[in-house]
């Protein structure tokens, strides 16, 4: 019953290409806004609060309350408060990408060698030069970890939406009784090939920084 | 493992005739319909997701734990496992429950099967990475004391990798309690029966939404505090002060 499944979601796939594209096309753009979005805050604040080696509680407590949220009861909170939108879900998806991303910045900053900050220091640099010089490109790897998992938790987060039609693969995997369960299968096919590739991309970029960090290795 | 039948039980919907005025403008967070329905409706959400929760980190720790053995002994294994696991991680959890539905029926196996998927993809990367990790100084010492290779295993690798094993099992088991709300798109079950109710109604019931997210956060942190206090406990060496 299972291959017979399979066969019948890679026929819906090409019978279905144009509409599939555009919910992938929907997705994408639900899940990169709120990753993009989720960068412009997450960012500057890790690396300025890793930098100055405060707000332990803050990053720590962040991490795990963004842990904690269910994303369908965010979702649902949103909806509830402000109805549904695109930009109501871009705040629910924002909530969930954030957490990652700001505390793995935080880390990779604040776990920098102190000698290291010490000795760029004594050389005459500037903190904003420490910043950018020597404790960016010294974290990059870890932060660009963060992003990942984020990217992962804002894609698969994002279908979820679906559920209150907010656009996108989720509103075909949430609609089974149209799409049936072939239909379902290869959206949920699509979301795992946006998925992979996002982690993968950002997996290289990761593994790229870790070799500029050590180009012996 | 074999799941039990779930029963259906419909949405608890306030009859708005006798009720408060907190619930007939939709208040945020009504005590008097918490205090009515902690019994009939949160209470017994709260335990099956409790038990949803504990099955699924059990059994995807046992086969994570079988699995990083493999990838640590033989290194072969170790990066097609781990591929495997980011695999079924990518998967949508409201497809994979509905894949499932024809197979396993409306019973908690429909639930546990991708919950315990979606543990292995935390649990299996941190356990072997806990294994790697161990200084290689370390393992030369203990083999300059003559410990044979299981005693290694057990005497230091093993202990010595409880703290990345533990941050791993709190990451699992707090996206376990997660995921499990959104079960109940298919499946009345746990604390997503009554988060889906309040979202299903016309106006969406804002009380009930709220007080069964919060039990599910509440219940995350809880266990996510369980978990640390445990780990101290297992590594009192670590006890700095």
Not at chain 2, 201 to 224: G, K, N, Q, W, Y
Request: with cysteine; charged share 10%.
């Amino acid at each position: 019953m299972l291959a017979s499944l399979f066969v019948d979601a890679f026929r819906f796939i090409p019978d279905n290409a144009h509409f599939l594209l555009q919910k992938t096309l929907e997705l994408a753009e639900l899940a990169f806004t709120a990753l993009g979005i989720a960068m412009l805050i997450a960012l500057p604040l890790g690396l300025w609060l890793g930098h100055r080696h405060r707000g332990l509680f803050v990053a720590l407590g962040v991490s795990s309350l963004g842990r904690a949220l269910p994303s369908i009861a965010l979702i649902g909170f949103f909806i509830a408060w402000l109805g549904v939108g695109f930009w109501n879900i871009q705040i629910a998806l924002v909530v969930i990408g954030l957490p990652p991303i700001l505390t793995n910045t935080y880390f990779a900053v604040e776990s920098v060698d102190a000698d290291v900050v010490e000795a760029a220091r004594g050389m005459g640099l500037t903190e904003t030069q420490i910043l950018t010089r020597v404790e960016l490109p010294l974290g990059l790897p870890l932060i660009i970890a963060g992003i990942r998992i984020a990217a992962v938790f804002v894609i698969a987060t994002s279908t979820i939406a679906g559920i209150v039609g907010g656009g996108g693969l989720g509103d075909i995997i949430a609609d089974q009784a149209t799409y049936g369960l072939a239909g379902v299968l290869a959206a949920a096919l699509c979301v795992s090939a946006v998925a992979l590739l996002a982690a993968g991309l950002l997996g290289l970029a990761q593994r790229a920084a870790y070799r500029r960090m050590a180009p012996s290795a | 493992m074999s799941g039990w039948l779930v029963g259906g039980g419909g949405p608890v919907i306030p009859s708005f005739g006798h009720a408060s005025k907190c619930l007939k403008n939709n208040g945020w967070f009504c005590t008097g319909w918490v205090h009515e329905h902690w019994g009939d409706t949160l209470q017994p959400a709260l335990v099956q997701h409790v038990k949803l929760t504990v099955i699924a980190v059990g059994i995807g720790f046992v086969i994570a734990f079988l699995l990083a053995l493999v990838g640590f002994r033989w290194h072969v294994f170790d990066g097609p496992i781990g591929a495997f696991s980011d695999v079924l991680y990518a998967l949508p959890s409201i497809a994979l429950f509905q894949l499932l539905l024809p197979v396993t029926g409306i019973t908690t196996t429909t639930i546990l099967i991708p919950l315990i998927a979606y543990t292995l993809f935390v649990l299996y990367r941190n356990i072997v990475a806990g294994l790697n990790g161990v200084p290689a100084d370390v393992l030369e010492s203990a083999r300059g004391m003559g410990l044979t290779r299981g005693q290694t295993f057990f005497r230091v690798e093993l202990p010595l990798a409880v703290p990345a094993i533990m941050g791993g099992l709190r990451v699992a088991t707090v996206a376990t309690i997660s995921i499990a709300t959104v079960a109940a798109f298919l499946i009345h079950y746990g604390l997503g029966a009554p988060i889906f109710d309040a979202l299903g109604m016309p106006d969406i019931f804002r009380t009930e939404l709220v007080a069964a997210s919060a039990l599910a956060i509440l219940l995350a942190l809880a266990a996510d505090t369980l978990l640390a206090l445990l780990q101290r406990a297992l590594t009192p060496w670590n006890r700095i002060r």
